[in-house]
């Protein structure tokens, strides 16, 4: 035998298996295409290991090349996503009432669900009238930014918050709040007025408001949000319209979720 320490088999697979999907993880909604080099920083792995993985995700159809040395997920990833039961429940459910707060708001609207502590974007409605937003179907922004994160962070575990609080509060604009007692105490009203806002704290010239939608048991499984220029939102006429619809959201799904 030579001097290296053999693994067991399934300890091995899944080390590659990690591997691979540290791969898949260094692709972001803001950068969707990446180099080789790229994807080896950021995945911590030797330039031959990330080419050979890559290799072998391309051919099991996860990811595409989409030029030469650059690399972007592949439509498989997408179909698998659209078979998570929940994420497919839920956008079934909420899709109507997202058209409805649309035609109240003519802006953004947005379900999103809770990823750790980031709120992840999973439907959107939007229009031409509607004010332009980075924030795509499948971005995840930060909790303390977000009005729909702000939604999870006050209804969910408190552990959520101390994770949050740990990595970090970055600061995205000057009205983003990057205190933890400041964002403890907005969380607070979050909870007395029932739907969380946004002014200016994630975007310049964006701000939004947003309810929560339960599930079995009163647990908060997803947000409903209306997401609009910040010199023109109406909070109040907008939070009566969200709370609303997250109401009759919840209603919809009955225990089902």
């Known amino acids: 035998m030579d001097g ?12 590659v298996l990690a591997r691979g999907l540290s791969i898949l993880d260094a692709f972001t909604s803001d950068e969707p295409e990446l180099t080789l080099a790229e994807i080896a920083a950021r995945s911590g792995l030797p330039k031959p290991t990330a080419h050979r993985l890559l290799g072998d995700l391309v051919e099991w159809g996860a990811i595409e090349r989409s030029g030469p040395g650059h690399y972007r997920l592949a439509t498989k990833l997408f179909r698998l996503g659209q078979l998570v039961p929940l994420h497919r429940v839920l956008r079934e459910t909420a899709l109507p009432h997202l058209e409805r707060l649309h035609a109240v708001s003519r802006e953004n609207v947005h379900l999103a669900v809770p990823d750790s502590f980031y709120s992840l974007f999973v439907e ?34 408190r552990e959520r918050f101390r994770q949050l609080v740990n990595a970090g509060l970055p600061r995205f604009t000057p009205r983003t709040i990057v205190l ?13 007025r029932g739907v969380a806002t946004t002014y200016e704290e994630a975007e310049a010239g964006v701000a939004a408001v947003a309810a929560p939608v339960r599930g079995r048991g009163g647990r908060v499984v997803a947000a409903l949000s209306v997401t609009g220029r910040a010199q023109t939102m109406d909070f109040d006429r907008f939070g009566h319209a969200v709370k609303a619809a997250a109401s009759a959201m919840s209603t919809a799904l009955g225990d089902g979720v």
């Open 180 to 192: 933890p007692g400041l964002l403890h105490q907005d969380l607070a009203r979050t909870m007395e």
């Open 4 to 15: 290296e320490t053999k693994q067991p088999a399934q300890t091995r697979s899944r080390s």
């Open 124 to 157: 959107r409605v939007t229009g031409r009238d509607a004010v332009p937003l980075r924030t795509r179907v499948g971005a995840r922004l930060l909790s303390h930014c977000t009005a729909t994160g702000k939604v999870f962070l006050a209804w969910g575990e």
